[in-house]
């Protein structure tokens, strides 16, 4: 024993229903030091740290094997509880946050400060009263730690993400024996100054003694912050780099098992297309992401993306046109008038959406594939379908082989076409909804975040088929957080802040232009408090 | 925080008005004063037609001969089992009019303990007259003046000889557990059973599902439709089939017409109960009402399905005969004609006046205003 | 120009207005509507008031802390208890077993408090025991739980009483000497055994209320000296009191018979404290858990909450305070009938609390005691404004069943509406809260 | 061995436990000396008259308004409807179809206008739906009573309004659809034309849910806002599957109905559809999710059991007065309640 080990885990494998997802991992783990896993989706990573946080999924599926080492000493880790007490925190990809609670109170959650009241001194502890003062003063003092300029008491419930990661970390940092610090992909619903931030935020801690385990696709974070990367790929651990002695191209290919080239720019540049699609005054009441009084022009034949921090609004540009969201103003396809808070117009218009929250508005979760493909054609085409007068009956034939034949061409990896969607990863299931969205044979194409909670592989093949969509003569307009994304395959980019347009840019202006347009207005101010 | 001062507000207002209609209220002073005896009310309360129709309309009967001016009539509700406050509710609502003086309640459900009790908390002096009570005999005679049932425990005997007399060999009795617990129901059974072994007649106990369970009406009957065929087809021809529960009647006479048995007699016997609507009998609207008619009709009905002499029931429609007999007797006491509260002489009389004849009329053990009320059989 | 600008801000204004009183009348149209029909019902039957407010006193009495019994588990984020049947079955095996040792009054609710108890927590824990696997599909588990259960409680008390479990009792059991009989008289015995203990004339009470609010209000007032806003809320609610006071007199002065109408206040009180309990309950940790829980199950379990045992423990108070409450009921109806008295306690319940305002994940003191008030004001209105509009008995009391559910059903849409445009009026929205 | 377990996997054990409940009280009845024939085509007959209540179901967990708690509207047009040809005094077959006939315009209507009001209460469907049809069922009462009706084969025999129950008997009605072409299968009578009549009506829905408007229709039902975001129009579909349970109601009382020999109007719609459908969550189905598979099964156990339970507990507890109702009512509950903690393990 050279070195002085906070955390280490030999041989550590795992199996479900006999199904081998985790074999002899080997990790180790200092203190003040930040260690990256990386993987795609399913590589396991997820399942790593169910098991280091004692989570019931593993338990009630009997258990694992390997022995897992906390300073030096073997524990059994059963429950969140016992993680907690061995003083492994963790933050979770999805919030572990009650939204109607302060602040305060998430961040103490289950660890509530108590004092005496009338009846505790009868029916014990449980009926202590909460102490609120003490209360806010700790999270006061967690959140300062942070930097976190936000009110103790202001309830959770519709601050923006950014803030509610923050209240997360808070929390674990409250906690007073905390050592190990795991990171479940966290800066994946952040937009990109947020994530600089939280980024900071990990370092100090960092700094102060505590371990960090940080779980996360991107892999340019990585190389910023980590001191030791370790890559999984199937359940296997694939190496374990310091960070010095390797590259982000080298970590890609470890993850995804072959090169990994960078994303081509498209060399045919639209300059003159005609307009395709006006935008005049548009006001979108999405919560969240209010759009008021925008204006934009998109050229046919263009990839035109659409950029901006999160909450200011560019999100609500496709979920008003597309009639999700109550929205006012005028928006001329091929110069006709569109309809505005009518779904079935847009489509008919030949406009066609794909939705940023896939699973809420993208799928329907519980039926097959091939329904999830062809059922916007169906109603809104009559397509698919046999006429018999006024009744009509699915065309199961066409229906099969229509699905069948998008399943090979987007390659999405499924037991058949009957599959239901909720059971297929991420990266699949988005491209199912992207193979809906080409069965319409739309003239215009909107995609919002069309790569968030995809592994690398699959986002890779998401925007080169965008590309190849739109040399086929396709108008794309993508909305995204990840700037580099956009530079990547837009024509242009339009950069949304506080609801209305800030700036078109080419993609290959400086970081700069990006930059002051984005943080234009008091955004900047607000997020560097 | 305005909104709830706003809440407040309404509130009072609706106390308010009360308050408004509390000052009326008061000025005319209504409950105390003993004006001329003209001045009497007697409140009835019976079921709705959804559970017997022949108490309401004896009711609405007796409001038309003594105007509406008299004869209060009101009902329990249909769930009167998970309504019982509200059975409460309508009955001190109706002894709280001014000048009622009695109230006759046909049939005495669960609930008329409850609400005998509160009224006569506040209105002392009412006299009750109760009818077919639900409730248990002993409670229940503490509560009412008079109580008139049929004598189930005497018909426990009864409908097994009658039973024999017709030509059963078998006899099956329907029930479920609630009415078992009813000390009559749960007697007559036994007395039933004990008789029809004596005269040599096999006793079948079957349970039904419970009306009042998650099985509901609908289950009750449709397992009586299936069963009743089966017993007939196990036990033979001469099978004797009763059931204590209303809502098994239809099934039963219409099965053990269909199929050969035997239908000695309702739960409640009358001619209207469910014999018009088990055999069909159209009712022209100037027949309504009419007993000898029905009698005649239900005669034709079985003799059409070769089932002479296989279906019987009282001839008096019991229900109707308590209420008539409870409004009757109520007068009678307001005006002073009878000894006291409880004059079994002067009710008798009475209802020998309604039925027609000679009434057999005996007490409950162990009560003296608890009376039974028996009567011979009419067979089809 | 200008004048423009004037006309601008003045319609803006009149907006404001007429949002403010809109947003008013959403957030309120179920009391409104109820209020508007009471008030239309009482007109209509020519109710005596007395008669009215002396029944509205008793069912509030029986019924609130019935329905206060359900306020837990909706926090506990398990919806609607249904299944407080069960502690109502708990309840009555009490009684019987108390009427049948022949322990009356105030030592007897005791006692039945005492028996209650620890039968209601084993049903309680049963039941949060199934509850913790049937996760979401709580409120349909506790109906079908509670005719499970009546299945049971026939069981005992018709076939085992007096056999296997010895009861030599006349009055209770039946002739035949096995199971109880059908009605349970409890006059001399239990009846009013809580009510009776300490009674006061309703004006009395009222005097009563009036004077500790307006001590209330001023040490309210004291305490948050300045605010204008405040000032109108002092003045307001002083108002009020001395309003509820200078009527009490009235009444007094009249010689009314309201006030011959006396209170329960023992029963009350019991009542006051059950609400001050869950109000203080609700700020323990216990209770906080148990909100946590009821926020997110899944969240909660992360933060180490142990999630089924705090919902077992909901269901086991709920369950508790069921058996109790129906205990209070009982000995106020003084008379229930063996096999069905429990049946209904959970659907009546239950409309009570929606009537109020609640949702099966959002149940307040306040909620429960406004519930039971507007609904049973229309259950003691309804069957004579049917009569009076009809003229015929029968189809009144089925108007007033006809009107009852419906009332009900038109209440739950009308929630789910509000909800709407609640969401359609953000601004509005925002400020109610505030 | 693996096929077996996916099987048992995809039936579900809370139903196999079911039905294996129903099998053992099947074979009881042999030892018993029961008529094991003439229990299976009681049961039979039961199955197949609730067959088209309880596929009343399908469509609205489709659509997403959940189980149809307010079945009872659909069913009360049926009663109307068969009010309306006793009225006009029709005799067998004219009778049953001049009865859906009169009551499915009604059903259209009274299912929109239902339809119109669960769209508003979306989320909280189930309650109001359930005060909605007992409320309904209250104010046909004193329709019952008022309607101007004057066959006095359905008349009070003392005075205003329709009867609580109406024989069809008199019509040629009673057990029109049982007895058309019955023929035995050894000693079970296999009711044919009810057997029919309730396979061409899956048959229907069956297609219906496969044309567009059905699709449409699950797919509003599966999740409102990927149907919203599709161009599909959720409120209508929604009301449209509304209209059909309404409808299917009103068809599958008259079926009911003439099996049965009566009308049961005043309080008899109140709880028949808990029993629709507790039968359809047996099957399998969830309040979001249901097939013909589920409605099928469901109302084969449900009922089945009903059937064969009370005849087999009558003898096992012949000498304890009233234990065979205990008995049922504690092991059909038991069951639903086990059922229910096995569905979070499918």
Known sequence: MSEHYLLQMKNVTKSYYGTTVLKDINLDLKAGEIHAIVGENGAGKSTLMNILFGMPVIHSTGGYQGEILIEGQPAQITSPQQAMSSGIGMVHQEFMLIPNYSITENIKLNRETLKHSFLSRFFGRNLKTLDFKSMHAD????????????????????????????????????????????????????AESEAANLLAAMKKLAARGIAILFITHRLDEVMEIADNITVLRDGRLVATRPKEATSVYELAELMVGRKVEKMTRRTDQVSSGNIVLSIKDLSVRMPGEVVSGLNLEVRRGEILGIGGLAGQGKVGVANGIMGLYPSSGTVLVNGEKLPLNNPRESIKRGLAFLSEDRRGVGLLLDSSIEMNIVISSLQNQGRFIRRFGPFSQLNSKEIRGYALKMIKELDIRCTGPTQIVRRLSGGNQQKVCIARALTLNPDILFVSEPTRGIDVGAKRLVLETLVRLNEQGMTIIMTSSELAELRSVCDRIAIVTGGTVAGILSPDDSDVNFGLLMAGQKAGKELSA | MLKRSLVVLMVMVLLASLAAGCGKQAAPTPQQPEKPKEEWKIGIMSSTVTQNEEEFRKAAEMQQKYGADRILHTTYPDKFMQEQETTITNMLEMASTPGVKAIVMVQAVPGAVAAVDKVRELFPDILFILGS?????????????????????????????????MGAETLVHYSFPRHMSIEFLAKRRALMKERAEQLGIRFVDEDAPDPTSDAGVPGTQQFIMEDVPRKIAQYGKNTAVFGTNCAMQEPLIRQAVANGGIFPVQCCPSPYHALPAALAISVPADKKGNVPWMLEQIKEKVAQAGATGRVATWPVPVNMMFIEAGVEYAIAWINGETNGRNDKAKLKQIMEKIAGGAVNLTEYTGTDNYYLYLSDHYIF | ????????????????????????????????????????????????STLYINDIISRVSRNSFLVLSLIIPVIAGMGLNFSIVLGAMAAQAAVIFVTHWGVAGFPGILLCVALATPMAMALGYLTGKLFNKTKGQEMISGLIMGFFFAGIYWFIFLQLVGGIIPMDNEVLVLSSGVGIRTTVDLTGGLKYGLDHLYRLPLTTVMIIAGCLGIAYQVYRFVKAAGDSFRNIRFIFGFACMVAVIVWALMIRASGSMVSNIRVPVATWLAIAGLCLFITFFLKTKLGHDMRTVGQDRHVAAVAGIPVDRIRIIAIMMSMVLASWGHIIFLQNMGAFSTYGSHESIGIYAVAAILIGGASVTRATIGQALLGVFLFHTLFIVAPSAGRQLFGDAQVGEYFRVFVAFGVIGVTLAMHAWKRRLQSKLPAVAKAEKE | MNIIRNAVHGFGVARLTILGFFLLLCIMAVPLKLDVAELISSSLVRILMWGVLVLAMWPSISCGTGPNFGLSLGIICGLLGGIIAMELELNGFVNLFASIAFAAPFAILVGWGYGWLLNRVKGAEMMLAMFVGWSAVSLMKIGWLMLPFHNPEMAWPQGRGLRVTVSLVNRDMAQLLNQFLSFKLGNIIVPTGLLLFFLVCCLAVWLFMRSKTGVAMTAAGDNPRFAEAAGINVDRHRIIGTILSTVLGAVGILVYAQSFGFYQLYEGPMYMPQQAVAAILIGGASIRKASLANVIIGVILFQGILVVAMPVFNIFTQDMASMAEISRVIIQNGIILYALTQVRGE
């Open chain 3, 1 to 48: 120009m200008k004048a423009d600008t004037g006309l601008e801000t003045s319609r803006k204004v009149q907006i404001d207005y007429w949002q403010s009183v809109s947003g008013f009348l959403t957030n309120n149209m179920v009391t409104i509507m109820f209020v508007a029909l009471s008030m239309a019902g009482l007109y209509i039957s020519g109710m005596n």
């Open chain 1, 139 to 190: 999270a006061r003092k967690a959140l300062d730690t942070l930097d976190i300029g936000i009110e103790e008491y202001t309830r959770v419930a519709g601050l923006p993400v950014g803030y509610m990661q923050f209240t997360e970390i808070a929390r674990e940092i409250d906690k007073t024996n905390i050592k190990v610090l795991v990171f479940d992909e966290p800066t994946a619903v952040l």
């Open chain 2, 133 to 165: 009570p639900q409730e248990d005999p002993n409670v229940i005679a503490k509560k009412g003046d008079i109580v008139l049932n049929t004598d189930d425990l005497g018909r426990g005997y009864q409908i097994a000889e009658h039973a024999k007399a």
